[in-house]
């Protein structure tokens, strides 16, 4: 990642709300630390990773409270993350957020990509934090632990408020143990060399009873001019667009995406390898993600989706949808749709 890296803004109105919470003034903290009010505390801005640490370390010392991070997370709503947080709550399956957290993890911070993996008992998300030689932009214990438990209250917000991890690891140095567990429900490893959560991979391709397909696509779309706006120089967002643009006609090669944006091919995957990816991985992302709105959504054939996706058949389609979630598209659709039925009656 190039320049400094920054969080959203969400994250401090989130701290803000916490010290509230527990009696104490934030003007005080804020003023200590020449920040602006209106500028930290608008969930859109952007503050860089090395003031949202400062003030979150502060907060941690002012509270005198190890559990501080406890109380930031039940203060995530959806506003917290601009148009990704409403995105997040209208969709159709824990799974489904997951890929869209993965997919805009840049709206939570430039200095932690998420990953989603998984196998068959499992499903493993991963803050992969940026351990810069000087460590500048590194995500600092505070907010790591902060959204790892982010995560588990948005989980219980969309799912069950009973929802809890398999196991979290965290690289976070090992303090009330045994609270953190009662709060997530599950084993905490602190001092790991990870920051990951276990899930159970069955409770994540249930039908969440909010999903709004609608929403999806109207918060997707604001997501990704948000993302656009955020620096018009993003190699990552530029090539996005450029993939969508022609998508319909055939996903383009590289060479074609390089000469758009006037580089060579060479320069392009660098700068997509710098930024955590590789022009196959976007594409596979963009396609995947773009397949399970259309089908969510339930308006058009296998066939017209098969094309906007630049497949040149639906065995095509069909065989990478089976690839990237494990069945057909047509299967997937059933499912979603009795899961849909279900949860209406």
Not at 153 to 180: E, H, M, Q, W
Not at 195 to 214: E, G, I
Request: net charge negative.
């Amino acid at each position: 990642m190039d320049g400094q890296g920054d969080v959203i803004g969400g994250w401090l109105v989130a701290l803000y709300k916490a010290l509230l919470w527990k009696g104490i003034e934030p003007f005080e903290l804020l003023s200590k630390s020449d920040v602006c009010m209106e500028e930290v505390t608008s969930v859109g801005s952007r503050v860089p990773v090395k003031l949202c640490n400062k003030l979150f370390e502060q907060s941690a010392l002012l509270t005198d409270d190890p559990l501080l991070p406890i109380k930031v997370s039940q203060c995530i709503v959806a506003t917290t993350f601009h148009a990704l947080g409403y995105a997040l709550q209208a969709s159709s399956s824990l799974q489904d957020a997951f890929s869209r957290l993965v997919h805009y993890d840049r709206v939570l911070s430039s200095a932690c990509r998420i990953n989603l993996t998984e196998d068959e008992q499992f499903c493993y998300l991963a803050l992969n934090l940026n351990d810069s030689a000087d460590n500048i932009d590194r995500i600092g214990t505070q907010l790591e632990l902060t959204m790892l438990l982010s995560i588990i209250k948005i989980c219980r917000d969309l799912s069950n408020p009973g929802f809890s991890p398999v196991k979290i690891y965290t690289t976070v140095p090992a303090r009330c143990v045994d609270k953190f567990e009662a709060h997530s429900g599950c084993p905490i490893e602190f001092n790991s060399g990870q920051s990951m959560l276990v899930m159970d991979r069955k409770l994540l391709s249930k039908r969440l009873p909010n999903f709004a397909p609608d929403l999806v696509s109207l918060s997707d779309k604001a997501a990704d001019d948000y993302l656009a706006g955020l620096d018009c120089n993003d190699v990552v967002s530029q090539v996005r667009s450029e993939v969508v643009s022609v998508m319909a006609t055939g996903v383009p090669n590289i060479d074609f995406v390089a000469g758009k944006l006037n580089f060579s091919q060479r320069s392009l995957q660098r700068k997509l390898n710098d930024s955590g990816t590789s022009y196959k991985d976007l594409v596979e992302n963009i396609r995947q993600t773009t397949a399970v709105q259309h089908l969510d959504q339930n308006r058009l054939s296998l066939g017209e989706i098969s094309y906007l996706l630049g497949f040149s058949n639906v065995a095509n389609f069909s065989r990478a949808f089976k690839r990237w979630k494990g069945i057909t598209p047509g299967a997937y659709r059933g499912e979603h749709e009795h899961s849909k039925i279900a949860v209406n009656l």
